[in-house]
């Protein structure tokens, strides 16, 4: 059993802040990267919000920019308390020390049951649907005996192999990253076992609003949620094009260990998994290979140095001046269809990383900029 002791570091947002910081990441065009780069820019939240309609003005928009009110990250911040949730942000104590390591970590969470699995280290493991029967046994295997080592199991409540990991560790822990909000679980037939899992020593996780249905698109997050949360994942099952390809490939984004089980090349469920193998994932046939591979990432100053790196949560300053008309023109002329990277704009353009990143902010909240990754961007396609 794992004797895992980081301390719970950060800043509890105060309402006021929860509230402004639900409005910003709620308004139009501003993701996690966004969000992260307006308070870094503006300091607060509330000075980011202040600012945004010229910012969007600015970058291009004809149309009025739509800001998330008060009452309406009010009404959240309640429906949130009805349903027995609350809303962590990435500065928080209780908020994922691995996911805050990750570009582009969500910066509010919406969490609901045993918050402190929120700070053990997990472990992912996603798979196929349509599971085989000896894929649902492995899982549940890899998963009660991960759970005995310590380990949170990490999943995203799909039926087959999700599942069958969940109901594994729903004695040692386990959480459910969802791609709706927390009220809109999917698949339906899974309620029961959220309920089991929120009830008990588990934890339901989204960034998505309350109320919001996942469509295809949601998906991706979720697993990125998955990939991020997670010291390693452990793919079981995986078809060509399965979104447990996207989790893996997150997981190899974020330097997250990537654990493949091998299967049947007759089997087209382990097409995917196979090919992971290829590319250099660890071969997986006993709990045994996923425990002996991520012990040396749990000893308790590994996970303590994880947790030590806090974004500020909010500091009061002056946002640096705007760039004029034709140094904004220096930067926009620099962006193309093809992905740059931010620091080559820089370079190029001779001008202060603040303003390029300004210049971006306002591109961004006007639709006109496409993000790649932490430091990629491009012009949006004209519609």
Same mark, same amino acid.
């Given at each position: 059993m794992l004797n895992v002791s980081a301390q719970q570091r950060g800043i509890a947002l105060t309402e006021r802040q929860k509230i402004a910081w639900l409005r910003l990441i709620r308004s139009d065009n501003v993701g996690p990267a966004t969000f992260r780069d307006l308070i870094n820019h503006f300091g607060t939240a509330e000075a980011a919000l202040e600012?945004?309609?010229?910012?969007?003005?600015?970058?291009?928009?004809? @149309?009025?920019?739509?800001? %998330?009110? !008060?009452?309406?990250?009010?009404r959240e911040l309640e429906a949130a308390h009805r349903f027995g949730a609350v809303f962590v942000g990435i500065g928080e +104590?209780?908020?994922?020390?691995? /996911?805050?390591?990750?570009?582009?970590?969500?910066?509010?969470?919406?969490?609901?049951?045993?918050?402190?699995?929120?700070?053990?280290?997990?472990?992912?493991?996603v798979g196929s649907r349509n599971a085989s029967v000896s894929g649902a046994k492995f899982a549940a295997?890899?998963?009660?005996?991960?759970?005995?080592?310590?380990?949170?199991i990490t999943s995203g409540l799909a039926r087959g192999i999700d599942t069958a990991a969940?109901?594994?560790?729903?004695?040692?822990?386990t959480i459910a990253a969802l791609a709706g909000g927390l009220d809109q679980p999917y698949p339906p037939e899974n309620i029961g076992l959220l309920q089991e899992m929120t009830s008990g020593e588990g934890l339901a996780i989204s960034e998505?609003?309350?109320?919001?249905?996942?469509?295809?698109?949601?998906?991706? @997050? @979720?697993?990125? /949620?998955?990939?991020?949360?997670?010291?390693?994942?452990?793919?079981?099952? %995986?078809?060509?094009?399965?979104?447990?390809?996207?989790?893996?490939?997150?997981? !190899? &984004?974020?330097?997250?260990?990537?654990? %493949?089980?091998?299967?049947?090349?007759? *089997? +087209?469920?382990?097409?995917?998994t196979n090919d992971l193998l290829k590319q250099g994932a660890t071969v997986t046939t006993s709990s045994? &290979?996923?425990?002996?591979?991520?012990?040396?990432?749990?000893?308790?100053? /590994?996970?303590? @140095?994880? *947790?030590?790196?806090?974004?500020?949560?909010?500091?009061?300053?002056?946002?640096?001046?705007?760039? &004029? *008309?034709?140094?904004?023109?220096?930067?926009?002329?620099?962006?193309? +269809?093809?992905?740059v990277e931010i620091? &080559?704009?820089?370079?190029?353009? %001779?001008?202060?990383?603040?303003?390029?990143? /300004?210049?971006?902010?306002e591109l961004d909240l006007a639709g006109q900029l496409c993000r790649h990754g932490a430091n990629l961007v491009s012009l949006a396609p004209k519609e």
């Open positions: 600012a945004l309609p010229e910012l969007s003005r600015r970058g291009g928009s004809e @149309r009025a920019f739509r800001i %998330a009110t !008060a009452a309406d990250a009010e +104590p209780n908020y994922p020390p691995a /996911l805050r390591e990750i570009d582009g970590a969500p910066p509010l969470l919406a969490m609901k049951g045993h918050i402190e699995a929120a700070m053990r280290p997990s472990l992912g493991i295997m890899i998963a009660r005996d991960a759970g005995a080592a310590g380990y949170v969940h109901r594994a560790s729903l004695q040692t822990g998505m609003p309350f109320g919001w249905e996942p469509r295809a698109r949601d998906f991706p @997050r @979720r697993n990125r /949620l998955i990939a991020g949360v997670s010291l390693g994942v452990t793919i079981i099952e %995986a078809a060509n094009r399965s979104g447990s390809l996207i989790t893996a490939r997150y997981a !190899a &984004d974020f330097g997250r260990l990537v654990f %493949a089980v091998p299967g049947s090349p007759l *089997d +087209p469920r382990c097409h995917g045994a &290979d996923v425990l002996e591979a991520l012990a040396p990432l749990t000893r308790d100053d /590994l996970l303590t @140095r994880l *947790d030590i790196k806090e974004p500020t949560i909010e500091n009061t300053r002056t946002a640096p001046a705007a760039p &004029d *008309d034709g140094e904004r023109n220096r930067i926009v002329e620099a962006l193309g +269809p093809t992905p620091d &080559d704009i820089i370079r190029h353009t %001779a001008l202060s990383a603040s303003q390029v990143h /300004l210049v971006l902010l």
